[in-house]
């Protein structure tokens, strides 16, 4: 039941960052917003990641993972009712702020948890593939269920009652373990960060932010290419996000099998040149290419952060692990940030940038994977 939990909270944290960029073009034309004020919605949420990311740590050796857990389904409350409450701009950059803190809190807590799991429980890509689930229900829900007048209630008051079932079946299972061993264990298990030890890490960091920056700027603006530069109707250019995270989610899945028959580097090498080409397919200037290059960007794209995240946890003592994750997911946040603020004020000069400056990232990371695999080749 704890596996189960953890998956579940997992993946309903993810639909709290999702429904953000499914919500965009309602949020654009509820309160007549610019792209830049639009690209500072999805900063918002990446401080939120950020600020949960940097104080993680400290709070899992406070309260444990079980209850950190807890915490981050709380503020994903919080973020619900006040979206639902301050319909305006400002509430909708708290809410994000609140879910992107949410959901940042959720994954330190959920992926450590897991790790402290008998062995066969480690599915890491089957723990992240619940975010592409949740990245799928939100464009679809949205397409759903907002009328022409934009008016998003009843999505969050959906979100918010999954919410409750959670927490209630978190208290439940957290009633039968004994919670004081447990924050003990969890106390002594998370050493502290140090410089020393962020600059050992710094190389893994680089490579898990930039995979990253460059999935999140194309998962961002692809409905905002969808609408405005081949006229779809918001409808459809949910389709197209909803499309993208089916793809994904099911090539997040093979993620864990790919790893016992390629090396790291091999599947990012791959991954990284479907991504570009994918990428290319996008700018193409044809709708149909469009939904080509969204499904050949998503299956190469989607087993690469949790395999990196797992190739580098599997090198990394179990103690440290809070303090990694924690450290990949605030250089992961930080540089997606940037990515997404600096794509947001040029995406009105023409919506493609954002998939270029993907495409440079991915053509790195094919070469960083060329030249690791040479070293590693020698080494061997």
């Known amino acids: 039941m704890t596996s189960v939990h953890l998956f579940l909270a997992h993946g309903v944290l993810a639909l709290g960052m999702g429904l953000v960029p ?20 999805q900063n918002l949420k990446d401080a939120g990641l950020i600020t949960a990311m940097f104080a993680g740590p400290a709070v899992l050796r406070r309260i444990g993972v079980a209850a950190t857990t807890l915490l981050a389904l709380l503020v994903g409350l919080s973020g619900c009712a006040v979206l639902v409450i301050a319909q305006s701009l400002p509430g909708v950059m708290a809410g994000a702020f609140l879910h992107g803190a949410a959901f940042s809190f959720g994954c330190l807590a959920t992926v450590s948890h897991l790790f402290r799991l008998p062995k066969r429980y480690h599915r890491i890509s089957a723990l992240y593939a619940t975010f592409g689930v949740a990245n799928f229900v939100a464009p679809f829900t949205v397409g759903l269920l907002v009328p022409d007048d934009g008016d998003y209630r009843a999505i969050y008051a959906i979100f918010a009652a999954a919410l409750v079932v959670l927490v209630v079946m978190g208290t439940v299972l957290n009633g039968s373990v004994d919670t004081t061993a447990v924050v003990s264990t969890d106390r002594s298990g998370q050493p502290r960060l140090t410089l020393d030890r962020l600059r050992t890490w710094l190389p893994d960091i680089t490579v898990y932010a930039t995979l990253m920056a460059a999935e999140t700027v194309v998962v961002c603006w692809v409905t905002t290419l969808g609408q405005y530069h081949y006229g779809l109707s918001l ?34 090498l791959c991954g990284a040149l479907l991504a570009v080409i994918g990428d290319v397919l996008l700018c193409a200037g044809s709708v149909t290419l469009v939904y080509v290059g969204v499904l050949v960007f998503a299956v190469g794209v989607a087993p690469l952060v949790p395999l990196h995240q797992g190739w580098t946890l599997s090198r990394t003592p179990v103690r440290q692990h809070g303090p990694l994750n924690a450290s990949l997911g605030a250089g992961s946040a930080t540089v997606t940030t940037a990515m997404v603020w600096l794509t947001g004020i040029t995406v009105d000069i023409d919506t493609r940038v954002p998939f270029l400056v993907s495409a440079v990232c991915f053509t790195g990371l094919a070469l960083w994977a060329v030249r690791h695999g040479i070293r590693r080749t020698k080494t061997s």
């Open 235 to 268: 409808s459809e250019a949910s389709v197209l996000l909803a499309l993208l995270w089916v793809a994904h989610t099911s090539a997040r899945l093979a993620g864990d099998l790919l790893t016992g028959h390629m090396s790291v580097p091999a599947v990012v």
């Open 22 to 41: 499914a919500l965009v073009t309602t949020f654009r034309s509820d309160y007549a917003l610019s792209s830049g004020q639009i690209a500072n919605i």
